[in-house]
């Protein structure tokens, strides 16, 4: 890479981490940087990707995909009072698409295969399997069963004030808890190592100093800053 | 002809519409348990006004017409609607950051039936509540979303953060923002690579499917509560599978096959 | 201001420059700190190590760039491997970033002398279609692709001519940070057996232990793995300057949260006292 | 008549594309049929790359307004923000994606600017560690234990201590933490499906039907 985008890279990516001290004009000036360029880029990609969709299409007389670029332009209405209600209609066929095809394919990704994964045996073929696949087992069973009651929401008042309901309701919660705990620290690895990269990219050799460069001028803009304005009011 | 393979799936599909028509059929309308995330709205709200500091809300970014986080983002948006009401009813002002360019017309939809159930009168509405940003559905990543609500809300200090919808692991640094803000936080989503991060962080957690439930229980209307109950009995039948196969599994039976037709 | 009000308030920024600065210390000086070898490095290192000479891999530069880092060590190492035990690499990759990461990776693994483009390894580049891609690359790479990423016909790499289908690799492996690996899975392994090996970061790790060691054979899940790999390849690298800043990190962390909890046993116990 | 425009039209044009597609999923179709339904998934990823232009104009119509008001602070930088919206858009648009010029961009400006974003979660895991890994109670304890557990598992640490720490940790994450997942990939999947059916019914409060 050459010089001058070293530079911007490393400024940028200093001024970004520094909100996690103090949110001051520099994070403000690489987060607009970034949202600029990244919409810019959202524009091309939307543009690449409706004329590849569309226009070969409509080359070969295939008409009716001018409807889907007027439907979409529909869209715009919701800037004005009085038409808004046109885009109710491109919206209907978003939303129904996005919600009926997530339906038929959750039904068997989420719902009929995670129950068969759960047919299991609790004792675990007592003759040829080990102990500890049998408590495996037969926690797991408890568990899936204690927290899917949790989310039993009908018959408050009537029937889930039942004692036994109401032990499985807290069994579940603290099951809940211990897979939560489990679950963000399963992550901390992940999000350390993801600095981890960053780092190695900022103390590279060839950007080592220009690293070194951006962090004073960054910290000093930190810490300096308020007690500059301040003065500034003064006088 | 039924399409092999997908039987089983259309027989519970199938059962699962009888099952509502004929639910909303009855008179009998089911009592549903409290969920305490829903009253933490309130609270927060509530708060806000007391503080006189903006209430913050986002449904997370993802397309509406995308598997999985199209159905979140319109629970996410029902939560929202719900979360606006309120803060029109109390007069605080609130800003919502969006993510999905093709759910801003039907958001600015939903606030305007927010302000009118409010009682307010449309014109105090006003579009600019609604902030976009570039996310997933627009460059792939969910990042300059990330960078611009951080900077947003470092900003505007909300007293409450209200994130409900599609998230991929953002919400740790807008959780962090806001907790420095000083924000009270409800978080829920459908991610189950997610739930935990909300879990261990928010004040109020929607825990996985009940934010499905946001619109069922913070409305009136008594069909609502049906479908709600619809989803009871789906989810007794799990039970009931997973155990009925434990009693057979041991008993040398398989009920496995059936299921896989 | 008492010493829990301190911490409290000045906790958090001396939390975030001691993290940075344990985190710098072992890039620039790798520590070596003691670790053990664990079962999952030592079956996946067999693996690779029991191939045949000029047996064909497939090497799936499947993650997105953000996951790329947490893998870079594990996707060295192994490459290294793959190339010390003379075998045939297919590089492709199902993510879009796929030729971003191949042309940082192949820096970093080195192509040792003597091995030659088209003969002992190949490019493919972005593949895309994801489940469907996998499935028309498992059935006839050659009616997917004509050319390679740098837009050489197949026909003109003599590596290719010995690739037809998936059972002709001996080993599938996919480097990933999202779900494409269960794709493997479902498009490669359930329908030709095609041996299957998994490497992916720590977040996907519960997703895919399940299909362990049944239908993946082997499966790395955590950026430590990457530095046991390079001391079980006498090649330390940047695994074990990951490990050490993990280490380093892991261990501030557990200092601050038992920082944290005192502060909140003193309040306990400052209430009672009041 | 405006009222069904409005209202009535849209609902059922849900309800429509809905049935066809979960139809044309199921049953086996004559192919012709079944290519005409397979259009609406397509028209409706064009909308929504369409959409990204409100989007584009929502983000512009604040900003722009911001720097007609001169707001202190902030407009400045919504110059900025103008300034390398235009300057992407116009040379991505000018000499296309796979441009060398293009590529300078991207690489400069934009990966600095998400890998950042995306590496400062290592900060925000860390605070976040500190803030609320606290024994507050009987729940937070269990969620503490499990999250030192698992932490102590996953890092040299642990092992340090025990030789068998790593294998606690995967336990958790293959045993409970799996277990309880899985109830919940039922319940949410559960959530969307009756979520889908309230949509087509025209029940859906985060939609326009519910009220």
């Given at each position: 890479?050459?010089a ?6 490393t ?5 970004t981490v ?6 001051t004009p520099l ?8 949202m600029?360029?990244?919409m ?15 226009w ?33 209609y ?21 719902f009929?295969s995670?129950?068969?994964?759960t ?11 080990s102990p500890e ?5 037969i926690?797991?069973i408890?568990?899936v069963i204690?927290?899917l ?9 009537t ?8 032990l499985?309701?807290k ?6 808890m ?6 963000f620290?399963?992550?901390?690895v992940s ?18 100093p220009?690293?070194?460069i951006?962090?004073v ?11 500059l304005?301040k003065m500034?009011?003064?006088? | 002809?039924i ?12 059962f699962?519409f ?7 059929r ?14 933490g ?8 006004v ?23 983002l319109?629970a ?13 009813s109390?007069k ?11 759910a801003?017309a ?5 606030l305007?039936?927010?302000?009118m159930?409010a009682?307010?009168?449309p ?5 600019s509540?609604i902030?976009y ?8 990543s969910?990042?300059a ?16 953060n209200?994130?409900v919808?599609p ?27 997610q ?7 928010t004040?109020?957690?929607i ?8 619109g ?18 789906a ?6 599978l997973?155990?009925?196969?434990a ?5 040398g ?9 | ?13 001396a939390?975030y ?5 344990g ?10 700190l ?19 000479p000029?047996?064909?891999v497939?090497?799936?530069i499947?993650?997105e ?26 590089f492709?990759?199902?993510?879009p ?11 970093d ?12 390894y ?5 593949i895309?279609?994801?489940?469907i ?5 498992a059935k ?7 050319v ?10 003599p590596?290719?001519n ?36 998994v490497?992916?970061i720590?977040?996907m ?12 054979v082997?499966?790395l899940s ?9 001391l079980?390849l ?22 601050f ?8 046993l003193k309040?306990?116990?400052s209430?009672r006292?009041a | ?16 594309i ?17 290519d005409?339904v397979?259009?609406?998934?397509r ?8 959409a990204v ?20 602070g ?8 103008l ?5 992407f858009?116009i ?8 441009s060398?010029?293009?590529?300078w ?10 890998a ?16 609320i890994?606290r ?5 937070a304890a269990v ?7 698992v932490?102590l598992?996953?890092?040299?640490l ?6 068998n720490f790593?294998?606690?940790?995967s ?12 109830a ?5 999947g559960l959530?969307m ?7 087509l019914?025209g029940?859906e409060?985060?939609y326009?039907?519910?009220?």
């Open positions: 890479m050459d001058i985008s070293l530079w911007i890279s400024a940028l990516t200093i001024f520094s909100l996690i001290f103090k949110e994070y403000r000036f690489a987060e607009h940087i970034f600029g360029t990244a810019g880029y959202g524009i091309v990609l939307a543009v690449k990707a409706t004329s590849d969709i569309v070969t299409p409509i080359l070969n007389g295939q008409v009716i995909w001018i409807m889907s670029i007027i439907l979409g332009l529909m869209l715009f209405t919701t800037f004005s009072k009085k038409h808004s209600w046109l885009s109710r491109p919206t209907a066929i978003v939303v129904s698409t996005g919600v009926t095809l997530t339906m038929i394919t959750v039904i068997r990704s989420s009929l995670q129950i068969t994964s047919f299991l045996n609790p004792i675990a073929q007592p003759f040829t399997g696949l049998a408590i495996n087992n926690l797991v408890v568990i204690c927290t009651a949790y989310f039993v929401f009908s018959g408050a008042g029937w889930q004030n039942n004692r036994a309901l109401m499985v309701r069994a579940a919660i603290y099951f809940m211990f897979a939560f705990g489990a679950g620290a399963a992550t901390v999000r350390i190592a993801l600095w981890v990269g960053r780092t190695r990219y900022l103390l590279a050799p060839d950007s080592l220009i690293t070194a951006i962090v001028f960054t910290a000093l803009i930190l810490v300096g800053l308020e007690p304005q500034w009011k003064k006088a | 002809m399409i092999q393979g997908r039987v089983v799936d259309f027989l519970f599909v199938a699962l009888v099952l509502t028509y004929v639910l909303a009855l008179t009998w309308i089911p009592s549903i348990r409290k969920i305490a995330a829903f009253d709205i309130k609270e927060a709200v509530g708060r806000a007391e503080m006189g500091r903006p209430v913050h809300m986002t449904p997370g970014t993802g397309s509406l017409n995308a598997n999985e986080s199209g159905p979140a319109i996410g948006l029902a939560t929202i609607a719900y979360a606006a009401e309120l803060c029109a109390m605080t002002p609130f800003i919502i950051s969006l993510g999905s360019s093709d801003i039907l958001t600015d939809q939903l305007r039936q927010s302000f159930v009682g307010r009168s014109e105090e509405y006003d579009p509540v902030r940003f570039p996310g997933r559905d627009t460059i792939g969910s990042l979303f990330t960078n611009s609500v951080q900077g947003l809300m470092a900003r505007e200090k909300p007293a409450a209200l994130m919808g998230f991929y692991g953002e919400q740790i640094a807008l959780c962090e923002v806001a907790a420095k803000e000083g924000a009270i936080q409800i978080g829920g989503t459908q991610s189950t690579t739930i935990s991060i909300f879990a261990a962080l004040d109020y957690h825990i996985g499917e009940e934010i499905f439930a946001a069922a229980y913070v409305s009136k209307d008594p069909t609502q509560a049906k479908m709600i109950a619809a989803e009871d009995v989810k007794i039948i799990a039970i009931a997973i155990s009925l196969n009693l057979l599994i041991m008993l039976l398989r009920i496995l096959p059936f299921l896989q037709v | 201001m008492d010493l829990t009000e301190r911490i409290e308030h000045y906790g958090m920024p939390l420059l001691l993290l940075a600065i985190i710098a210390i072992p890039i620039l000086h790798p520590i070596g003691p670790m053990v070898v664990g079962e999952d490095t030592k079956t996946f290192y067999a693996l690779v190590d029991s191939l045949k000029r047996a064909i497939h090497y799936g499947d993650p760039i953000g996951g790329f880092e947490e893998l870079r060590s594990r996707m060295i190492a192994i490459g290294a491997h793959l190339f010390a035990k003379d075998a045939r690499i297919v492709a990759g199902f993510d970033n796929a030729p971003e990461i191949y042309k940082l990776l192949i820096n693994i080195g192509v040792p002398k003597g091995k030659e483009y088209g003969v002992d190949v490019f493919l580049g972005y895309p279609g994801r489940e891609g996998i499935a028309s690359y006839d790479v050659h009616a997917l692709l004509s390679d990423y740098f837009g050489t016909p197949l026909q003109n790499l590596l290719m010995d690739v037809k289908t998936i059972r002709d690799f001996s080993l599938v492996i996919s480097f990933s940070s999202h779900e494409l690996p269960i794709n493997y899975i479902q498009q490669v392994y359930v329908p030709y057996h095609a041996r299957v090996a490497v992916v720590g977040v790790a519960p997703a895919l232990k399940p299909y362990y060691p049944d239908q993946i082997g499966f955590t950026p430590r793995q990457g530095a046991e790999y390079e079980l006498h090649r330390p690298g940047i695994g074990v300057a990951d490990f050490d800043a993990q280490t380093i990190a892991h261990a501030i962390l557990l200092i949260i038992v920082a944290g909890n005192l502060i909140v309040r306990r116990h209430k006292g | 008549m405006s009222n069904a425009l409005r209202r009535s039209i849209p609902r059922a044009l849900t309800s429509l809905g049935l066809l597609l979960i139809v044309t999923y199921f049953f086996q179709l004559p192919s012709s049929i079944v005409a397979n259009f609406i998934p028209f409706s990823v064009v909308i929504v790359a369409v232009g409100v989007g584009a104009f929502t983000l512009l119509k604040y900003h722009v307004s911001l720097i007609r008001k001169r707001e202190p902030r407009w400045i930088y919504s110059i900025v923000m300034l390398s919206l235009l300057l858009v040379v991505g648009l000018g000499t296309g994606v796979n060398e010029a293009f590529s961009i991207y690489n400069a400006l934009l990966v600095p600017c998400s950042t974003t995306y590496a400062m979660w290592c900060f925000f895991i860390a605070s976040a560690c500190f803030r890994l024994v507050r109670g009987k729940q969620l503490l234990i499990s999250a030192i557990l932490m598992s996953n890092a040299a642990g092992e340090l201590l025990w030789v790593p294998l606690i940790g336990w958790i994450q293959t045993v409970p933490m799996m277990a309880v997942f899985r919940l990939t039922i319940g949410i959530g499906i009756l979520q889908g059916i309230r949509v019914l029940r409060r985060g326009f039907g519910g009220s």
